[in-house]
């Protein structure tokens, strides 16, 4: 017991020398945000959050705590510290405990202000009328691919993509009651029912498929009908009392969806960058082909190319690409400059750190 209270003894020690440096990197904090607010500088710089976090990892090599550990600690110090200068607030596809609702708490940690929409456009719109400074939307999914939805607002929006974030899905079965043989009704969004067909059809064989707009509203449907079950997330079944009969039930063990944050800020270069567009040229034979040489020749990586219809002219199409690079490198610059003279339409939707 001796030692074990000299080590308590020790850990208090180390703790008030973290709180003392903690309050220490507040005050300087502070003073970051004085200088930005007589530049009119936006307080959450996605390109210095980058860094922060490349840096500490880099650090950590031979630390005991894991990368996730150290960026889950360093997002609420980081989180805490907007709250001290101009926080800004945030819409997301709600309502809460939605998967899109926990990548906006990941990017942006617990102390900042939510505003959950009912739809990808609402949040285009909290950001694009300046009732909140980002918004948080789904833009694909590694197993049911693009979120069209989200791809078609760009063609309309002037708000940029100023980062991303990818986050492992791990779908779990909620109900009220005990067992699967008592489930005569599953509900979820429909993406999320697909995405767990296999053991839905193994366990679940008479079970009726209910899709939903979120599978939020899924565990508030749940909740109000006692033989029915949920697939949600385990944030869902903490919010609304349910109980996880069957934890990660998604069909593909590699399921992660890549949520974008969105504004209006442009995003400073930090080495490793994305840049994404959407263009559209004249339909003609090797189209497609002529416009994409100048990214080869400038050995431009493409890392997504998606097409979308316009909805304006039959057979009209429009692409988003993804690419490697800052709009500012020499190269990718040169790209877009030879690309613009094949196309019809060119927008660039922004660039920003590449996520992990």
Not at 233 to 250: D, F, R
Not at 257 to 267: P, S
């Given at each position: 017991?001796?030692?074990?209270?000299?080590?308590?003894?020790?850990?208090?020690?180390?703790?008030?020398?973290?709180?003392?440096?903690?309050?220490?990197?507040?005050?300087?904090?502070?003073?970051?945000?004085?200088?930005?607010s007589?530049?009119t500088?936006?307080?959450?710089?996605?390109?210095?959050?980058?860094?922060?976090y490349?840096?500490?990892?880099?650090?950590?090599?031979?630390g005991?705590?894991?990368?996730?550990?150290i960026?889950?600690?360093?997002?609420?110090?980081?989180?805490?510290?907007?709250?001290?200068?101009?926080?800004?607030?945030?819409?997301?596809?709600?309502?809460?405990?939605?998967?899109?609702?926990?990548?906006?708490?990941?990017?942006?940690?617990?102390?900042?202000?939510?505003?959950?929409c009912?739809?990808?456009?609402?949040?285009?719109?909290?950001?694009?009328?300046?009732?909140?400074?980002?918004?948080?939307?789904?833009?694909?999914?590694s197993?049911?691919?693009?979120?069209?939805?989200?791809?078609?607002?760009?063609?309309?929006?002037?708000?940029?993509?100023c980062?991303?974030?990818?986050?492992p899905?791990?779908?779990?079965l909620?109900?009220?009651?005990?067992?699967?043989?008592?489930?005569r009704?599953?509900?979820?969004?429909?993406?999320?029912?697909?995405?767990?067909?296999?053991?839905?059809?193994?366990?679940?064989?008479n079970?009726?498929?209910?899709?939903?707009?979120?599978?939020?509203?899924?565990?508030?449907?749940?909740?109000a009908?006692i033989?029915?079950?949920?697939?949600?997330?385990?944030?869902?079944?903490?919010?609304?009392?349910?109980?996880?009969?069957?934890?990660?039930?998604?069909?593909?063990?590699?399921?992660?969806?890549?949520?974008?944050?969105?504004?209006?800020?442009?995003?400073?270069?930090?080495?490793?960058?994305?840049?994404?567009?959407?263009?559209?040229?004249?339909?003609?034979?090797?189209?497609?082909?002529?416009?994409?040489?100048?990214?080869k020749?400038?050995?431009?990586?493409?890392?997504?190319?998606?097409?979308?219809?316009?909805?304006?002219?039959?057979?009209?199409?429009?692409?988003?690409?993804?690419?490697?690079?800052?709009?500012?490198?020499?190269?990718?610059?040169?790209?877009?400059?030879?690309?613009?003279?094949?196309?019809?339409?060119?927008?660039?939707?922004g660039?920003?750190?590449?996520?992990?």
């Amino acid at each position: 017991m001796s030692k074990l209270n000299n080590l308590r003894k020790k850990i208090d020690r180390i703790d008030s020398s973290i709180l003392r440096l903690l309050n220490e990197r507040a005050g300087v904090t502070l003073s970051i945000g004085k200088l930005k607010s007589k530049r009119t500088t936006p307080s959450f710089s996605p390109a210095r959050e980058a860094q922060i976090y490349e840096r500490l990892i880099k650090a950590n090599r031979k630390g005991l705590l894991k990368e996730d550990s150290i960026k889950a600690v360093y997002r609420e110090i980081m989180s805490g510290s907007l709250l001290l200068q101009n926080p800004p607030t945030v819409a997301y596809l709600g309502p809460e405990a939605t998967f899109t609702h926990i990548a906006a708490l990941k990017k942006f940690g617990k102390s900042l202000e939510y505003h959950e929409c009912g739809s990808i456009a609402d949040v285009f719109t909290e950001v694009e009328r300046e009732r909140t400074n980002y918004g948080v939307v789904p833009i694909e999914n590694s197993t049911e691919g693009a979120v069209n939805h989200t791809l078609d607002m760009f063609m309309d929006s002037d708000l940029k993509i100023c980062s991303e974030l990818y986050l492992p899905i791990e779908h779990c079965l909620l109900s009220l009651k005990n067992k699967l043989k008592d489930i005569r009704v599953v509900y979820s969004h429909q993406q999320v029912l697909a995405q767990c067909r296999i053991w839905l059809e193994t366990n679940l064989p008479n079970a009726k498929l209910v899709p939903v707009s979120s599978t939020s509203y899924a565990a508030k449907f749940c909740k109000a009908r006692i033989t029915s079950a949920a697939i949600a997330s385990k944030l869902a079944a903490e919010e609304y009392g349910l109980k996880i009969l069957a934890p990660s039930i998604e069909d593909s063990p590699h399921n992660i969806t890549r949520f974008l944050i969105i504004g209006k800020q442009e995003v400073e270069r930090t080495g490793k960058d994305k840049t994404s567009i959407v263009f559209s040229m004249k339909d003609k034979a090797g189209a497609l082909h002529d416009v994409l040489v100048p990214f080869k020749r400038n050995k431009i990586n493409l890392t997504k190319i998606e097409s979308r219809p316009s909805k304006k002219k039959a057979w009209k199409y429009y692409f988003f690409v993804d690419m490697q690079g800052h709009i500012k490198d020499k190269k990718l610059k040169q790209s877009l400059r030879q690309l613009e003279k094949n196309c019809t339409y060119l927008k660039i939707l922004g660039s920003y750190p590449v996520g992990r």
